[in-house]
């Protein structure tokens, strides 16, 4: 057998993982091409497929499957081992891989990443917007965040950021227009900006006030996809938005938009960040949780209230 790089099963992993060349190129941040050349050496070496290739896919042989399955707790345990030669130099480094919802992103995540990497020069951050719930170790992260703690047994969880809460919003010309609501209910007989997951499901509105709490179904003529498209619409006066307050705290500050029954406001949990317990994180991940640990969050508040005076 011909002598095989390491980082050639590295590349079948990433393939496997992204779904195909071009996904798994884009991550690495090489050409399709270079990855196709790494395969086929791979496959001659060991003088078996590995992947099975079509125009529209890529997935594993029946081989390859028995390979993936042993390299991957191969490879994570040889990444641990470099992490642990790296706390022997005088500050982390490394990178990081984070998989979180839009949300958390926009508004925790990234001031967090940016001023860890300010106090921590040699870490590199990569943060990946996903909504779906993926297996976080296979995937070859670092770390994910979701939405409230019911998370598997095997993980640890950290608050990332306070407590969420919803707002609903509308542009001052359109409540003189069409006047306030005074209760939930009322909703009715206004244009709802509604929003569909990308799993074809409608988001319903929920309200609380003491012991009493409402659902509905939210109607009207546009429906979109992202927060962010909620607030464009909102603030062309097209309709009420129903959106995480920190979306809408700037333009709420500016006049831009006007909060609707406030003492309705659902607060919900927070958002955590998980990892996995089974294995010891690496240095730049233990300094990344610990400086999460003693965070001002209000900072990203008072930053906000700076920028929109």
Known sequence: MSAIRLDSFDVFVAIVRCGGFRAAALERGVSSSALSQTMNALEEAL???LLNRTTRSVSPTEAGQRLLERLTPALSDIRLAIAEVDELR????????????APA????????????MDAYPQVKIELISDAAVIDIVEQGFDAGVRFGKQLAQDMIALPL????RYVIVASPDYLKKHGQPRSPNDLTNYDCIKRRFSNGRLVNWKFVEGDEEIEISPTGRLT???AHNELQAALASRGLAHVFEDYARPYIR??????ILPEWSQILPHWFLYYPNRRLPSAAMRSFLDYMKGYDW??????????TR
Request: aromatic residues 6%.
């Open 47 to 49: 003088g078996i497929r």
């Open 90 to 101: 005088d500050s982390p480094s490394g990178t990081l891989r984070i998989n979180a919802p």
């Open 105 to 116: 992103i926009d508004h925790f995540l990234c001031p967090l990443a940016f001023d860890f």
């Open 161 to 164: 950021g306070p407590a969420l």
């Open 224 to 226: 979109v996809s992202t």
């Open 254 to 259: 500016s006049g831009r938009l006007v909060e």
């Open 298 to 307: 209000q900072k990203i508040n008072r930053v906000c209230a700076t920028t």
